[in-house]
Protein backbone atom coordinates (compact mmCIF):
# COMPACT_ATOMS: atom_id res chain seq x y z
CA UNK A 1 0.00 0.00 0.00
CA UNK A 2 2.85 2.54 0.84
CA UNK A 3 4.79 1.56 -2.63
CA UNK A 4 1.42 2.33 -4.04
CA UNK A 5 1.01 5.80 -2.32
CA UNK A 6 4.67 6.88 -2.99
CA UNK A 7 3.67 5.61 -7.22
CA UNK A 8 0.56 7.83 -7.02
CA UNK A 9 2.51 10.59 -5.54
CA UNK A 10 5.38 10.69 -8.35
CA UNK A 11 2.92 10.31 -10.83
CA UNK A 12 0.81 13.40 -9.59
CA UNK A 13 4.28 15.27 -9.39
CA UNK A 14 5.40 14.16 -12.38
CA UNK A 15 2.61 15.11 -14.32
CA UNK A 16 2.28 18.74 -12.61
CA UNK A 17 6.22 19.10 -13.51
CA UNK A 18 5.23 18.04 -16.95
CA UNK A 19 2.24 20.37 -17.37
CA UNK A 20 4.55 23.17 -15.91
CA UNK A 21 7.71 23.00 -18.60
CA UNK A 22 5.35 22.01 -21.47
CA UNK A 23 3.71 25.97 -20.51
CA UNK A 24 6.98 27.20 -20.35
CA UNK A 25 8.17 24.84 -23.65
CA UNK A 26 5.04 26.09 -26.14
CA UNK A 27 5.23 30.17 -24.69
CA UNK A 28 9.26 30.29 -25.50
CA UNK A 29 8.73 28.64 -28.81
CA UNK A 30 6.35 30.98 -30.10
CA UNK A 31 8.40 34.19 -28.52
CA UNK A 32 12.04 32.51 -30.09
CA UNK A 33 9.91 31.96 -33.53
CA UNK A 34 8.60 34.79 -33.78
CA UNK A 35 12.38 36.67 -33.60
CA UNK A 36 14.26 34.28 -35.35
CA UNK A 37 11.14 34.46 -38.05
CA UNK A 38 10.08 31.14 -38.34
CA UNK A 39 6.62 30.21 -39.57
CA UNK A 40 4.52 28.63 -37.60
CA UNK A 41 4.26 25.03 -38.76
CA UNK A 42 8.16 24.95 -38.70
CA UNK A 43 7.45 26.23 -34.38
CA UNK A 44 5.27 23.17 -34.25
CA UNK A 45 6.76 20.25 -36.19
CA UNK A 46 10.44 21.30 -34.80
CA UNK A 47 11.16 22.94 -32.29
CA UNK A 48 8.04 22.08 -30.09
CA UNK A 49 7.87 18.65 -31.64
CA UNK A 50 11.49 17.64 -30.32
CA UNK A 51 10.62 18.87 -26.86
CA UNK A 52 7.26 16.87 -26.22
CA UNK A 53 9.22 13.96 -27.93
CA UNK A 54 11.87 14.04 -24.94
CA UNK A 55 9.99 12.08 -22.59
CA UNK A 56 9.40 9.58 -25.24
CA UNK A 57 13.30 9.44 -26.47
CA UNK A 58 14.23 9.53 -22.47
CA UNK A 59 12.01 6.46 -22.33
CA UNK A 60 13.45 4.30 -25.01
CA UNK A 61 17.32 5.16 -23.45
CA UNK A 62 16.60 4.70 -20.00
CA UNK A 63 14.37 1.97 -20.95
CA UNK A 64 16.77 0.16 -23.02
CA UNK A 65 19.92 0.83 -20.52
CA UNK A 66 18.74 0.11 -17.31
CA UNK A 67 16.00 -1.94 -17.46
CA UNK A 68 17.15 -4.03 -20.76
CA UNK A 69 13.82 -3.84 -22.64
CA UNK A 70 13.69 -2.11 -25.54
CA UNK A 71 10.07 -3.26 -26.62
CA UNK A 72 9.12 -1.44 -23.78
CA UNK A 73 10.06 2.18 -25.07
CA UNK A 74 9.12 1.46 -28.46
CA UNK A 75 5.55 0.51 -27.10
CA UNK A 76 5.97 4.01 -25.95
CA UNK A 77 6.70 5.59 -29.02
CA UNK A 78 3.88 4.03 -31.19
CA UNK A 79 1.22 4.52 -28.25
CA UNK A 80 2.27 8.06 -28.06
CA UNK A 81 2.33 8.81 -31.82
CA UNK A 82 -0.97 6.95 -32.37
CA UNK A 83 -2.60 8.86 -29.64
CA UNK A 84 -0.99 12.73 -30.64
CA UNK A 85 -2.31 11.97 -34.66
CA UNK A 86 -5.50 10.22 -33.75
CA UNK A 87 -7.25 11.55 -30.77
CA UNK A 88 -5.80 14.88 -30.23
CA UNK A 89 -7.18 16.49 -33.61
CA UNK A 90 -10.58 14.65 -33.11
CA UNK A 91 -10.61 16.29 -29.09
CA UNK A 92 -9.24 19.36 -30.88
CA UNK A 93 -11.95 19.49 -33.21
CA UNK A 94 -14.71 18.22 -30.74
CA UNK A 95 -13.98 20.73 -27.81
CA UNK A 96 -12.74 23.80 -30.00
CA UNK A 97 -16.11 26.23 -31.19
CA UNK A 98 -13.33 27.86 -33.68
CA UNK A 99 -12.57 26.17 -37.16
CA UNK A 100 -9.01 23.72 -37.39
CA UNK A 101 -7.57 24.68 -40.45
CA UNK A 102 -6.08 22.47 -43.01
CA UNK A 103 -4.44 23.98 -45.57
CA UNK A 104 -1.68 22.79 -48.37
CA UNK A 105 1.14 22.34 -46.62
CA UNK A 106 -0.35 20.21 -43.85
CA UNK A 107 -2.30 17.71 -46.15
CA UNK A 108 0.51 17.93 -48.94
CA UNK A 109 3.89 17.78 -47.29
CA UNK A 110 3.30 17.02 -43.32
CA UNK A 111 0.67 14.60 -43.77
CA UNK A 112 2.67 12.86 -46.60
CA UNK A 113 5.84 12.73 -44.73
CA UNK A 114 4.27 11.65 -41.30
CA UNK A 115 2.94 8.65 -43.61
CA UNK A 116 6.26 8.20 -45.10
CA UNK A 117 8.11 7.88 -42.02
CA UNK A 118 5.60 5.20 -40.92
CA UNK A 119 6.59 3.31 -44.05
CA UNK A 120 10.32 4.18 -43.81
CA UNK A 121 10.28 2.71 -39.93
CA UNK A 122 8.31 -0.68 -40.87
CA UNK A 123 10.82 -1.39 -43.71
CA UNK A 124 13.69 -0.76 -40.76
CA UNK A 125 12.17 -3.31 -38.61
CA UNK A 126 11.34 -5.78 -41.49
CA UNK A 127 14.87 -5.58 -42.87
CA UNK A 128 16.11 -5.90 -39.22
CA UNK A 129 13.47 -9.19 -39.32
CA UNK A 130 14.69 -10.58 -42.76
CA UNK A 131 18.65 -10.02 -42.65
CA UNK A 132 19.91 -10.35 -39.05
CA UNK A 133 17.38 -12.73 -37.19
CA UNK A 134 17.70 -13.40 -33.59
CA UNK A 135 14.78 -15.74 -33.10
CA UNK A 136 14.29 -19.10 -32.15
CA UNK A 137 11.63 -21.87 -33.25
CA UNK A 138 8.44 -20.46 -34.87
CA UNK A 139 10.07 -16.57 -32.85
CA UNK A 140 9.98 -13.71 -35.81
CA UNK A 141 12.85 -11.77 -34.39
CA UNK A 142 15.25 -9.40 -35.48
CA UNK A 143 18.19 -7.07 -34.40
CA UNK A 144 17.69 -3.55 -35.45
CA UNK A 145 21.70 -2.67 -35.86
CA UNK A 146 23.40 0.46 -36.21
CA UNK A 147 22.98 1.05 -40.21
CA UNK A 148 20.06 0.28 -39.68
CA UNK A 149 19.10 2.38 -37.05
CA UNK A 150 20.52 5.11 -39.20
CA UNK A 151 17.94 5.03 -42.18
CA UNK A 152 15.10 6.97 -40.10
CA UNK A 153 17.81 9.53 -38.62
CA UNK A 154 18.59 9.78 -42.43
CA UNK A 155 14.71 10.51 -43.39
CA UNK A 156 14.52 12.63 -40.41
CA UNK A 157 17.17 14.91 -41.78
CA UNK A 158 15.51 15.21 -44.61
CA UNK A 159 12.42 16.13 -43.40
CA UNK A 160 14.60 19.16 -41.15
CA UNK A 161 16.10 19.98 -44.78
CA UNK A 162 13.02 20.72 -45.73
CA UNK A 163 11.85 22.76 -42.98
CA UNK A 164 14.65 24.68 -43.40
CA UNK A 165 14.13 25.11 -47.43
CA UNK A 166 10.40 26.48 -45.76
CA UNK A 167 12.05 28.73 -43.60
CA UNK A 168 14.62 30.40 -46.49
CA UNK A 169 11.35 31.02 -48.06
CA UNK A 170 8.99 32.68 -45.38
CA UNK A 171 8.94 36.28 -45.26
CA UNK A 172 8.27 37.32 -41.40
CA UNK A 173 6.95 40.69 -39.81
CA UNK A 174 10.37 42.61 -39.49
CA UNK A 175 8.30 44.26 -36.35
CA UNK A 176 7.68 41.02 -34.75
CA UNK A 177 9.63 39.22 -32.29
CA UNK A 178 11.81 42.48 -31.35
CA UNK A 179 10.60 43.09 -27.89
CA UNK A 180 11.73 39.08 -26.89
CA UNK A 181 14.45 38.93 -24.01
CA UNK A 182 16.41 36.06 -25.98
CA UNK A 183 18.34 34.97 -23.09
CA UNK A 184 15.60 34.09 -21.14
CA UNK A 185 13.35 32.30 -23.65
CA UNK A 186 16.26 30.09 -24.37
CA UNK A 187 16.16 29.35 -20.29
CA UNK A 188 12.88 28.86 -20.61
CA UNK A 189 12.91 26.73 -23.68
CA UNK A 190 15.54 24.61 -22.11
CA UNK A 191 13.92 24.10 -19.06
CA UNK A 192 10.46 22.98 -20.57
CA UNK A 193 12.64 20.07 -22.68
CA UNK A 194 13.99 19.30 -19.13
CA UNK A 195 10.92 19.26 -16.96
CA UNK A 196 8.87 17.21 -20.19
CA UNK A 197 12.13 14.52 -20.26
CA UNK A 198 13.36 13.94 -16.69
CA UNK A 199 9.88 12.47 -15.19
CA UNK A 200 9.73 9.29 -18.13
CA UNK A 201 13.12 8.02 -16.54
CA UNK A 202 10.60 6.79 -13.24
CA UNK A 203 7.86 5.69 -15.55
CA UNK A 204 10.61 3.35 -17.70
CA UNK A 205 11.71 1.88 -14.38
CA UNK A 206 9.32 -0.60 -13.40
CA UNK A 207 9.87 -2.64 -10.45
CA UNK A 208 10.35 -6.84 -11.25
Known sequence: MASLAVDALIIILTTGAIWVGSGWLEDAAERLSAYYGLPDVV?????????????ELATVVFAALFVGSLDLGVGTIVGSAIFNILVIPGVAGITTDQNIEANRALVYKEAQFYMIAVSVLVITFALGVIYYPGGSGDALVG???RPLAAIPLALYGLYVFIQYQDTSDHEADPETGNDVALARQWGYLL??????????SDWSTPST
Do not use: R
Open 43 to 55: QGSIVTAIGSSFP
Open 143 to 145: TLT
Open 191 to 200: AGWSSSCWPS
